[in-house]
């Protein structure tokens, strides 16, 4: 899975944009295919596309394919390789925002994904480190992995994710808390689901 940012003039628009990519606007107005996408709306596209804008555009995407734009309008953020059993899963895009000071408790997810910090800052704690994680950083996390997030700063922390899952999640949520306790804790954190795209490679 790569991660990359792309900008675009006003009035102007973007060669290839990857396939089988999740695309999130960060700021601006993207159109493709006849349909415009806003500020903290995400999309997928399933071959590759050119995009415009009519007021320019920050976006990222999260791209599933061997293919990625070598535009310089484009920066790799993250790059990482990962194994799937399966050559069928479905591939998710959403949003998580946690108010000031929320705990996501420790847990697992049932894929594997990037992740893209969009505001505030984060305290993640896994098993073999701790690091804290800034507006415009991105990090990795396999599948079933333990971690702990925990928000920063003042105002809404929120990240945006991309995860590659089984057939069998379509729908549902991926979240596991490891802890009964934590469990049964209030949960302060919110999730918005973009979308599920089952993905045949």
């Known amino acids: 899975m790569k991660l990359s940012k792309f900008k675009i003039a006003a009035g102007e628009s973007l060669e290839k944009v990857p396939a089988r990519g999740a695309n999130f606007v960060c700021a601006g107005d993207v159109s493709v295919n006849g349909k415009t996408y806003e500020a903290e709306q995400g999309f997928y596209t399933e071959h590759e596309q050119s995009v415009s804008s009519t007021y320019g555009a920050h976006m990222i995407v999260f791209s599933v394919s061997d293919k990625a734009s070598s535009s310089p309008t484009t920066d790799l953020l993250l790059a990482q390789e990962f194994s799937w059993p399966e050559n069928e899963f479905v591939l998710r895009l959403d949003q998580v925002s946690f108010p000031e000071g929320g705990i996501a408790y420790r847990h697992i997810h049932a894929g594997a994904g990037i992740r893209y910090l969009a505001s505030g800052q984060l305290q993640i704690q896994s098993d073999h480190h701790e690091q804290g994680i800034e507006v415009g ?34 729908g549902k949520s991926t979240i596991n808390y490891l802890n009964s306790e934590d469990a049964e804790k ?16």
């Open 186 to 201: 209030p949960k302060l954190q919110s999730n918005h689901r973009f979308f599920d795209q089952i993905v045949r490679l």
């Open 137 to 170: 950083a991105s990090w990795f996390e396999d599948v079933n992995s333990p971690v702990k997030a925990v928000a920063k700063g003042r105002g809404v922390t929120r990240f945006v994710r991309a995860l590659v899952l089984p057939l069998a999640f379509e």
